[in-house]
């Protein structure tokens, strides 16, 4: 069972000047006696969130409030300095959809890859699967992606991060894909994908969005929780992925 | 009560330490002893020690299962223990919780180095490193690393985490549980009443001899004085003492008595006229045995240390408090109680009080079981080990296959050689360099130019290996940013596509010995171990370069010249003949032995010990240098 929690997590975030990246430096502040420690700022400070399956928690703030970090933090990108970090289940972080894509392969190829990083064994199915949601010609899955226009590359990376459920998903915005055409069926697509996976995150600036599709926001500010609201008819998600699928 | 549905078995407690019964006795084994037979209805118990005495094992004591890993002696108060570390990691599956008592180092390099993971730990913290204050800066760094990863930390006093420093930091999780005892033990036996002797003049303390006990001072402060001192327990100081006791004259005085059965100690306690408890370091945190002697009703003289010890019993109330080492100060106030019987009457009863009601045995098992309770029902991964511990190695390497395979077919886009491109330089280095070779010894060269390919393809291949890892983590920030991949993929990778280049560039050594040497297979198969060796130290050298690389940019101009002083000081291109065998850079450089392994068996069908033992050394050097880089590795994602 898919399960978060976080008791007392703070992070430390070292801040490494030009200078602390040298060796030859810090060998020889140590020398001299005069080594100062690298600074860090608290990017998350004493933040505890508990989530089990079913909990779609939005995460909201300024820019530099500490959303994306989090979201890094519970994938397992940056160690916790101090606090509990319990995890149970398999994480899929779509915090950049671009990561790990080589432009000089074929398209297909980029998806097998993509599919090799995110640890599952391509077969021609999955990835015919996947090319028909892109809605794309069949013969451009032999193009390499440098051919493809942004809109197109966009579709393709999309279809290929929202193929498979998770059991826990974190969103660094909500995944949007700027096409007109496309933009209903990748909403729908990545309704379906929070409404499968047993817990989400999403990281947002769009407070309607995240009313609408959370069931507890957390509200962060210089790495603190500054309140959680809990939105009153968080059922709506359902009714209009039911609505779009008519 | 309602039964508990789900756990029929009770949960098991691992207790780790370095000694116990019957090795040795003392305050912490009586606590591990008391814990284990208090507990023994909730939690089953197990005890894993190091032991001198090399008897069994596997023993019983009271009930608990203690095994025992056999120890060569004492370095630095540590038993050299090699194998506890190993037996330790094995052992953790089996328990449901783990139980350290600190200070023990041999066990932190176990926690420290992130084994263990999967099973909760509770620390019970018994003393600082206080003896041997010029490792500190070694040991410390471990120590804070298993605190960081343990549920709870346990000491026996409030005052410990203010004292501590390295408590101090973890004073969030530190629960102070007074030890306890059980008074009733210590009832006088019915006839004897009035316990003060009115013209008492016996001074009891206990303990092992050790420096830290402050028997020395106790003694020096029998001197000119009436009262006897009956010193209980055995150690090392032991000749000390004797020859400090007959220095001073005082032989019919202060008596060692040596070790003493529980049972005698109880009596022991009760005749006594006043315990004294001299520990001069920090050392002592508790005391156990000044708490016996309270429950047995005796007045204390103890010490002012920054410890437990002045709390347990409290000046002017249970105790007499002096300074630690001043045998003048112990001697005065040994004196005061032995002079005033209706004092020493009237501290016995407080003490006594105290010990029951402050020190219950009951309270201090209820305390620690809600603890371990607690721990053991934290959820199972405390701290994600790593990104690699939660995708699994298996994984790992599959995604690093992968990616170094996608990297090779990318050299095959828009080029229909690909790396063979670069398997032509190299066939066009050795045919240069053997041509210049040729004129400069007088030997074939034509034969050595298969060695003289294969040399230049496994340089290449260590080369590359060292050079694209500096870079790699930099090159994938995005994939271990975003996508959360274990950082140790991307330098894995380099080394699978560098080794799938080396087999490209394999082709020239490979067609030029089937051109030019007659076939014989026997050197290849007796050169495969020390290839195997050779590789092995790429990928290790690989590992621990990248990572520091990427840590510290301003290496990657010293790795990159460092490597090519290594190769021109080596014999890859030259030969030892050439060379006259007797350059000493040549020998120290690990390139020499590194090569020299696999090269010599694939020539003369044998190999120098010398090369071999060089090369193990350095194996296991970057073994454990890579094992402590894949645990740093999980803030690779601040460096990039």
């Given at each position: 069972m898919a399960s978060i929690i976080l008791r007392d997590v703070c992070l430390d975030y070292p801040l490494y000047g030009a200078y602390d990246f040298s060796l030859k430096r810090r060998l020889l502040g140590r020398l001299a006696g005069a080594s100062t420690p690298t600074p860090t700022i608290r990017a998350i400070d004493n933040i505890s969130i508990e989530a089990s399956a079913g909990a779609r928690i939005g995460l909201a703030g300024?820019?530099?409030?500490g959303k994306s970090t989090l979201l890094r933090l519970i994938a397992g990108v940056y160690p916790a300095s101090s606090g509990h970090v319990g995890i149970t289940g398999n994480i899929v972080p779509l915090l950049g959809l671009n990561a790990g894509v080589n432009m000089d392969f074929v398209a297909a190829e980029n998806i097998s890859l993509l599919l090799r990083i995110s640890g599952r064994k391509p077969t021609p199915a999955m990835i015919d699967e996947i090319w028909a949601f892109t809605e794309l010609e069949e013969r451009m899955q032999r193009l390499p992606l440098r051919m493809f226009s942004s809109g197109m590359l966009m579709r393709v990376l999309f279809a290929t991060a929202t193929a498979f459920p998770a059991d826990i998903l974190l969103l660094?915005?909500?995944?949007?894909?700027?096409d007109e055409n496309f933009s209903a069926k990748a909403e729908q697509r990545l309704l379906k994908l929070v409404s499968q996976a047993a817990i989400v995150i999403i990281a947002s600036h769009d407070h309607d969005l995240l009313r609408r599709t959370c069931t507890s926001i957390v509200h962060l500010d210089r790495g603190r929780i500054v309140n959680t609201v809990y939105p009153e008819i968080h059922s709506a998600y359902p009714f209009e992925l039911r609505e779009k699928r008519a | 009560m309602i039964p508990s549905l789900h756990s029929a078995r009770r949960p098991s407690v691992l207790h780790i330490f370095k000694v116990y019964y019957p090795d040795l006795f003392g305050g912490t084994l009586s606590v591990i002893r008391d814990i284990c037979a208090g507990l023994k209805d909730m939690f089953s118990a197990g005890v894993l020690v190091c032991s001198?005495?090399?008897?069994?094992s596997r023993i019983v004591v009271n009930d608990v299962a203690v095994e025992r890993v056999r120890s060569f002696g004492d370095v630095l108060s540590l038993p050299a223990a090699p194998a506890y570390p190993l037996r330790l990691w094995r052992r953790i599956a089996e328990h449901d919780l783990l139980a350290l008592h600190a200070p023990f180092p041999l066990a932190d390099l176990v926690f420290a180095l992130g084994f263990g993971r999967s099973r909760p730990l509770v620390v019970h913290w018994h003393a600082d490193i206080v003896s041997h204050a010029a490792l500190r800066p070694f040991i410390e760094p471990l120590m804070r690393r298993t605190l960081r990863r343990a549920e709870a930390i346990i000491v026996s006093d409030p005052v410990l985490i203010q004292n501590t420093p390295l408590l101090r930091e973890f004073a969030d999780k530190c629960h102070a549980v007074p030890f306890g005892i059980d008074v009733a033990k210590y009832d006088p036996p019915a006839p004897r009443l009035d316990r003060v002797n009115a013209r008492g003049r016996l001074v009891l303390a206990c303990g092992r001899?050790?420096?830290?006990?402050g028997f020395d001072v106790l003694v020096r402060a029998a001197f000119g004085q009436s009262f006897e001192v009956w010193i209980v327990g055995e150690g090392r100081e032991r000749e000390r003492l004797e020859q400090l006791i007959e220095n001073l004259g005082l032989q019919d005085r202060v008596r060692l008595l040596g070790s003493v059965p529980e049972s005698d100690r109880i009596k022991l306690m009760g005749i006594a006229d006043v315990f004294v408890m001299p520990s001069v370091t920090n050392a002592e945190t508790f005391g156990l045995v000044q708490l016996e002697a309270m429950a047995a009703g005796r007045p204390v003289v103890n010490t002012s240390l920054d410890t437990g010890v002045p709390q347990v019993a409290r000046h002017g109330i249970e105790a007499i408090t002096v300074p630690p080492g001043d045998p003048d100060k112990l001697a005065e106030a040994i004196n005061t109680l032995i002079a005033d019987p209706e004092r020493r009457r009237r501290m016995g009863e407080a003490a006594r009080q105290r010990a029951a009601t402050k020190y219950s045995a009951a309270a201090f098992c209820k305390g620690i079981e809600k603890i371990y309770r607690e721990a053991a029902a934290a959820?199972?991964?405390?701290?994600?080990?790593s990104r690699a511990a939660a995708i699994g190695w298996p994984a790992t390497i599959q995604i690093a296959a992968a990616l170094a395979w996608s990297d090779m077919r990318h050299r095959y886009v828009r080029s229909l050689l690909g790396p063979f491109w670069m398997s032509i330089q190299m066939a066009i280095m050795v045919a240069v360099l053997g041509s210049v070779i040729g004129h400069l010894s007088n030997a074939n060269a034509v034969a050595r130019l298969p060695m003289l390919a294969l040399s230049l393809t496994a340089w290449t291949f260590l080369n590359s290996v060292v050079l694209d890892a500096t870079t790699a983590l930099q090159n994938s920030a995005s994939l271990i940013k975003d996508r959360a991949l274990p950082p140790v993929v991307f330098l894995l990778q380099c080394v699978f596509r560098q080794a799938l280049f080396a087999l490209h560039n394999a082709s020239v050594p490979l067609i030029l010995w089937l051109v030019l040497v007659p076939k014989e297979f026997g050197g290849a198969i007796a050169a495969l171990p020390g290839f195997a060796l050779f590789v092995v130290c790429t990928l290790g050298l690989g590992l621990v370069l990248g990572a520091l690389a990427t840590r510290y940019r301003d290496l990657k101009p010293i790795i990159e010249s460092g490597l090519m002083l290594a190769f021109l000081s080596s014999p890859i291109i030259w030969s030892t003949e050439m060379l006259n065998h007797a350059s000493t850079v040549m020998q120290l450089n690990p390139l020499t032995h590194l090569f020299a392994i696999w090269r010599e068996p694939l020539a003369t069908g044998h190999v120098a010990m010398s090369s071999v033992s060089y090369v193990l050394a350095v194996v296991s050097v970057l073994a454990v240098a890579s094992v402590i880089t894949i645990a740093r590795l999980r803030k690779a994602a601040f460096w990039i």
């Open positions: 300024p820019n530099g409030s660094d915005e909500w995944l949007s894909v700027v | 001198k005495s090399g008897g069994k001899l050790v420096p830290y006990k959820p199972a991964p405390a701290v994600r080990a």
